[in-house]
Structure formats: C-alpha cells, structure tokens
C-alpha cells in the first residue's frame, strides 16, 4: 500500500513519510520543495495536501507496487544513488542536493527566477527578454504542457561559462507553437539558422550522395553510422509523458518495427527489469545487455541532472527498449530522449572492413528504415511529427531539422605515437 498525491494529470507516490493509523481530521506536516507542507486526511483513505498556497488530493492505493512505478522504483533503480532515483520515479525532479528544486508542480512562480548567471540558450534570452517570461508563464498546451516543463532543466542547471547548453525541451509538439516567441529565437540561436524565413530544407535522395571513398586505402574506418530521431504525432514528448501513454507509445512502434522485412526483420529487447512488454515481461536478460553495450547501442538511465531535471527518466525502465535486425546493422531506441532513435551502422571495432566503410549502404539502410516505420504508423493511423519550418520535431530544439548525425569511428594508431 501507498499514499499518492495527485499534482498534475498522474499520480505519484506522496512526498510524506507514512502516517500510521489514519482517522478523519488527522493533519501531519512536512517539507517538499524547500516549502513547508501539511497533508490533512478527510477519510481513512483520502486527504488533501496544502503545500505552496495550493490544494493537491491524496489517497491511499492499497495495490501499488512499491518496487516499481509509477508508484514506487524498479528494483535497478533502488540501487541507484538517491539523486538519479529522485528523477526516475512518477514525479518531476526535486532534488535539493543538486540544487534541482524549480516548479516541481509544472507552474512557473510569478517572478521570472534568477537566471543571470546561468549559461544556457533559454537563460541567455529570457534576461535579454524578461515580458516573454510574463507573457508565457501561465500558457498551458492543449496537453496541459507548461513553460515550467519547458525550462525547467535550464533553470535547474546554471551549466558551465564555457559550455553552454540549450536549457529548454518541448513537453509535446505543441509546444513549439504555444510557447514559439522563446523557442524560435533559442532554436536560432542554437542552430545558427533562422527556420522562420523558409522550409525546412531535406534531401533524402541516395542517388545525390557522393561516390567518394571515404577510407581509399582501408587502413582507418572501423565503423559507420547515420542516425536521426523520430517522434510519433498524438503522444506527449519524453520530459512529459505519462506512464500509460509511454506503454502505449511503445507499443505502437513496436508494433511498426517487427513488421519491417528482408534486411531490416528484428526483434525488439525491453531495458532490462521493464515490465511494459509482454513477450519480454522482465525485459531482456543481463546478458543481452552486455551485448549491447559492448556494441554501443544501450542506452541506461540517465545520470544528468539536464536529463533528470527535463524529465527524460520518469518510470525508469518502463515502456523503454533496442530493437535491432538480424544482421545488427539496424538499431532503434525506443523511449529514451526522443520517442524513437534510428540508428544504422556498419563496420568491426577491431578490424577495417569494406562495409565499415560504406556510408553510401548505411544511409540507404537507414532511409529505408526509416521509411518503412512511417508506413505502418500511417497504416494505425498515425504519423511523424513534422511541420514545414522546423522540420521534423524532437524534444530538444538542437535536433529540429532532419536530426541527422553521421559519423564514423576511426583507427589513429599513431595519434599518441610519441612519448610526450
């Protein structure tokens, strides 16, 4: 059994220690949020926490489980230090050792926070332009998504003055229109280009790559990879999307990659200790996971206060997992930052091959995988997002666009050749 409190859409497990025997008009007082809270139960069964000036409800749910979400944290989790466990549970993160303590409710406080000293995107505009912060600060998206969301993990890391970071997500797609008059300067900013003045340019043509050799002596390329994130049009983004839907997400897109045939036929592996797949109801076994990070293509929870803080690791490791082809040369991240990373590689990590080298095949593969889930979404009648300006839509604005990244992984056996 476990007391929840309902802050926003889900509930979650309540922030006050167990009341013991609980009557009618029993009131317990505790801390959350760095505010001074009390919990005033009006049945056995039910109360009403006070906290910040504002009424949330609680009650007790006699079949929680405590050893996983949304109620309480997978057992991998419990082993976690406690502030990676505080962003990984059914709530946003409130983590006073981290300093991570900003509109843990999803509202934004009156007074625009001090951020003058923060090193991010978002913070950089929001002191040069403090009425947007008014002007946004009591905006909801048809989801209920809020600028609190959005900036939360700007607020809640200042970051470093030689690396600046972005300091702002999208709870849904929406968001990018309801909240636009600070994402689409912070979107220029970071991109260097201005999406305003005209489509999104993207040229998925395999004919117009070019034919050049990128390792003509075979000594240097191992691998080759291309890869790009999708997100699915209907559900919420990663920093805000609820228990429920995430399994429903997952679903979906399962549902899509297990239909693909010929060299992209796979089979889909949920994070280990997930319970959201019922094929895998344990997820993959510790074994596959090895596999897969000794390939670089396993993702864990996150250990970023950017990542906690902006929501990425709620219900760990639940409605998250790796599908792959046969030949492993196909990988798709299910759940993680983005609704879905699609990933395609070649190439030996211990040997140059020809095919490690063939980035012409790897991007072929990677179009037609990518192709071939958006076929079958329409088919269940849904889609990517996409919208004319920003292209396709993903959770961080650094990646609007195409989302592509290309690369390779290269042998310098002479790089650290002399002593010094």
């Known amino acids: 059994m476990a007391w929840e409190m309902q802050m926003r859409d889900d509930w979650s497990k309540a922030p006050f220690k167990d009341p013991g025997t609980v009557v009618a008009g029993k009131k317990c007082a505790f801390t959350f949020a760095s505010a001074e809270c009390e919990v005033t139960f009006t049945s056995e069964t039910e109360g ?22 949304p109620a309480g944290l997978a057992p991998g989790i419990q082993k976690l230090p406690e502030w990676i466990q505080l962003g990984c549970g059914n709530s946003a993160y409130n983590c006073l050792e981290k300093g991570a303590t900003f509109a843990v409710d999803g509202v934004c406080p009156e007074e625009m926070p001090d951020l003058s000293k923060h090193s991010n995107f978002m913070s950089e505009f929001l002191v040069a332009n403090p009425d947007v912060y008014s002007k946004l600060r009591d905006l909801k998206t048809a989801n209920g998504v809020s600028l609190a969301d959005c900036i939360k993990t700007g607020v809640d890391n200042p970051g470093h003055p030689h ?7 999208a709870g849904d797609e929406e968001s990018f229109e309801v909240f636009k008059e600070l994402f689409d300067p912070v979107t220029v900013a970071r991109q260097g280009y ?25 000594k240097y390329v191992l691998t080759t990879r291309v890869r790009t994130g999708r997100s699915v049009r209907g559900f919420r983004l990663p920093p805000t999307i609820g228990f429920e839907e995430r399994r429903k997400l997952e679903g979906l897109c399962v549902q899509a990659l297990l239909k693909m045939d010929g060299d992209l036929k796979g089979d889909y592996f949920p994070l280990h200790g997930s319970h959201s797949y019922s094929a895998k109801p344990n997820g993959m076994p510790e074994e596959k996971e090895e596999e897969l990070r000794k390939m670089g293509n396993l993702f864990q929870e996150p250990d970023s206060t950017l990542l906690l803080a902006a929501g990425m690791a709620k219900h760990w490791p639940d409605g998250r997992g790796v599908f792959h082809n046969d030949e492993k040369t196909l990988f798709v991240w299910v759940g993680e930052e983005d609704h879905l990373r699609i990933v395609s590689m070649q190439g030996k990590r211990d040997s ?28 269940e009648g849904y889609d990517f997002m ?9 959770t961080c604005p650094s990646n609007l666009g195409t989302g592509l990244r290309a690369g390779t992984m290269v042998k310098l056996p002479n790089l650290s050749g002399r002593p010094d």
């Open 48 to 69: 009403v926490v006070t906290c910040k000036g504002k009424e949330y409800p609680c009650r007790l749910n006699a079949g929680a489980d405590l050893n996983y979400p």
């Open 163 to 169: 690396i600046k970071t972005v300091g702002l997500v």
């Open 194 to 218: 201005d999406h305003t003045k005209a489509p999104q340019p993207t040229n998925m043509d395999i004919s117009q790559l070019s034919t050049t050799d990128i390792d003509p002596e075979g």
């Open 352 to 379: 140059c091959t020809a095919e490690g080298k063939d980035i012409r095949a790897v991007t072929a593969m990677f179009i037609r995988a990518c192709d071939a889930v958006q076929k079958v979404l329409k088919g």
């Open 386 to 394: 996409h919208h004319a300006n920003l292209g396709w839509v993903l």
